[in-house]
T-cell receptor, first 114, second 116 residues
């Protein structure tokens, strides 16, 4: 069974640009969450999608947005990139909408802002 | 604000010994607890999860939960060099409505080194 797939694995952008990251969950998983990981702040929750609806959002500015498609695949978009957005962006999927379900992470997209 | 605290380490343990990793959390409403292992340059990998007070064993791993004291721990028996990694503790709050809740709140992780 394939795991969570994230593309691309690496990205280099410059300040002011925008970027879109993609995540395909484990087959049958309907909940997709996005996290940002940096050395200073650790892993921080961005938002969660279930049945194409954003149910929860972490404490990030509106430049960070996302969406989920009918096949549960999800995309995350960051506009007007800043140097501080350099991070590993991780997508995690879980089987159902229940928050006690374990989340399984993809390999992440490493975003570097120049 | 929910907080999850872990000793950053490094925690050095000789091969074959028991490694004990601890985590405390601030939100008494926290209901689900997860341990992830993260190798350098890799993504987090789920090791254990626990919901009820007490111990839960899976192979060489044992998770222990004490909600009254608000701590959760992970024991690794017969530690191997391949266990050397950063271990992340994560908690989540399940609201009474049963609907979607906040995402996982992670600690900063404990760096574990198993010495051959």
């Amino acid at each position: 069974k394939a795991g969570v797939t994230q593309t691309p694995r690496y990205l280099i952008k410059t300040r002011g640009q925008q970027v879109t990251l993609s995540c395909s969950p484990i087959s049958g998983h309907r909940s997709v969450s996005w996290y940002q990981q940096t050395p200073g702040q650790g892993l921080q929750f961005l938002f969660e999608y279930f049945s194409e609806t954003q149910r929860n959002k972490g404490n990030f500015p509106g430049r960070f947005s996302g969406r989920q498609f009918s096949n549960s695949r999800s995309e995350m978009n960051v506009s007007t990139l800043e140097l501080g957005d350099s991070a590993l962006y991780l997508c995690a999927s879980s089987l159902s909408g229940q928050r006690n379900q374990p989340q399984h992470f993809g390999d992440g997209t490493r975003l570097s802002i120049l | 604000q929910k907080e999850v605290e872990q000793n950053s380490g490094p925690l050095s343990v000789p091969e074959g010994a028991i490694a004990s990793l601890n985590c405390t959390y601030s939100d008494r409403g926290s209901q689900s607890f997860f341990w992830y292992r993260q190798y350098s340059g890799k993504s987090p990998e789920l090791i254990m999860f626990i919901y009820s007070n007490g111990d839960k064993e899976d192979g060489r791993f044992t998770a222990q939960l004490n909600k009254a004291s608000q701590y959760v721990s992970l024991l690794i028996r017969d530690s191997q060099p391949s266990d050397s990694a950063t271990y992340l503790c994560a908690v989540t709050l399940i609201p009474d409505s049963g609907g979607g809740a906040d995402g996982l709140t992670f600690g900063k992780g404990t760096h574990l080194i198993i010495q051959p």
